[in-house]
């Protein structure tokens, strides 16, 4: 803390264990999917905010990274055959927050975070029923989070 302005840096990683599934029937024996695993979400950050005696109000931007498999699924009769592709990404990632303290051992938090990748890798060589303009995107992700930290040890008044 410099003053009333405060400064520092800030990492994280979120599990995500989100997945989706999409079918393309064609009505006959020939049903088409593709699925994505989206494993992992993480970044640092530089952060910088103005606080009051018990209060801070912050800004903060930096660097994010995504993982996630993408699995195409060709489902004609005599010619069942998938192929799986990783879509990682590096994006950039904003926000802002405010954080206070009940007491100096316990504050409450709120954040929200902006990700933003719109990456998109070509999956057209992924089934023998792949198109030249297949691609699996990335897109952005919002999230928004509340927080509770117990300091231990501090002294409580």
Known sequence: ????????????????????????PDGGFDDDSASVDMDWLASVRA???????????????????????YTARNGNVG???QGTTDVNAV???????????LRDNLLVRFE??????NDRKDTRALTTDSDPGDFAGVDDVTVVRVGVTYKIGARAH
């Open 1 to 24: 803390m410099h003053g009333h302005h405060i400064f520092g840096v800030e990492a994280d990683w979120s599990h995500l264990g989100k997945s989706d599934l999409l079918f393309d």
């Open 79 to 81: 010619n069942v055959n």
């Open 47 to 69: 952060r910088l905010g103005i606080g009051s005696a018990r209060t801070l109000l912050y800004a903060t931007a930096g660097v994010a990274w995504i993982s996630g498999d």
């Open 91 to 101: 994006g950039f990632v904003y926000g802002g927050g405010l954080e206070h303290a």
């Open 112 to 117: 929200a975070l902006q990700h933003e990748f």
